[in-house]
């Protein structure tokens, strides 16, 4: 069965710092996905993810994949209060996709 | 392009009844995935549609079912609603058949059961 690990659930940290979340999934998979919402919100698609060693950024957020170590990380520069938000990662095996519980980010001014 | 959306955008029902949910696919879409998200958890994978037929399914009981119509738009109907289905329910979408093209969520319907 696949699944899916994030961590840290819940992150609190200072703008201007640098952190990394963590996806770890348990099987082989197709495509890995970051995705961010808001409260309230949908699903925003931050990256997909398809090969080992792909490496990928959109402003102060990059995702990393290693498919051997079957690890994602999303990693964040320089935090600013406008990146607070729940971040998921998904892995998609046979097209059924599985989230982790998601990472509750918080930045503090 | 309007994108994934979704009717209604909120919900309330009474234990027992049944409801429908609709989705409408991203232009250019014929792959649609529809998910269960309870608060403050991830969204938990219902079934994925695909040239009208349920191509996957994740742990979900047979009250919950799908359809999908020859334009590729997508219903999702759950009988015998419990309590526990409250939730926000996303739809995405994705053109079929492609490896690297990422699915699109729609603004989701929330759910109320009393």
């Known amino acids: 069965e696949l699944k899916v690990e994030q961590n840290p659930l819940f992150l609190s940290m200072q703008e201007g710092k640098n952190y990394t979340i963590y996806c770890n999934y348990s099987?082989?998979?197709?495509?890995l996905y970051w995705y961010r919402q808001d409260p309230g919100k949908s699903l925003e698609s931050l990256f997909v993810?398809?090969?080992?060693?792909a490496v990928k950024q959109e402003g102060r957020l990059m995702a990393s994949l290693d498919t051997k170590a079957r690890l994602s990380t999303l990693h964040i520069t320089a935090a600013v209060h406008d990146l607070s938000a729940t971040y998921f990662c998904a892995v998609d095996r046979d097209d059924k996709i599985i989230f982790g519980k998601g990472t509750r980010l918080h930045i503090l001014p | 392009d309007a994108g994934v959306t979704q009717s209604p955008t909120h919900l309330i029902k009474t234990r027992g009844q049944q409801v429908t949910l609709r989705c409408s696919p991203k232009s250019g879409h014929d792959t649609v995935s529809w998910y269960q998200q309870a608060l403050g958890q991830g969204p938990q994978f219902i079934f994925q549609?695909?040239?009208?037929?349920?191509?996957q399914r994740g742990n979900f009981p047979d009250r919950f079912s799908g359809h999908q119509f020859p334009n590729y738009s997508s219903e999702l109907n759950v009988n015998a609603l419990l309590l526990g289905d409250s939730a926000l329910y996303l739809c995405?979408?994705?053109?079929?058949?492609?490896?690297?093209?990422?699915?699109?969520f729609g603004p989701g319907t929330r759910l109320t059961v009393t």
């Open positions: 993810l398809l090969s080992n060693g």
């Open positions: 099987t082989t998979s197709d495509r």
């Open positions: 995405a979408s994705r053109p079929g058949g492609s490896i690297v093209d990422e699915q699109y």
């Open positions: 549609y695909y040239e009208e037929e349920e191509r």
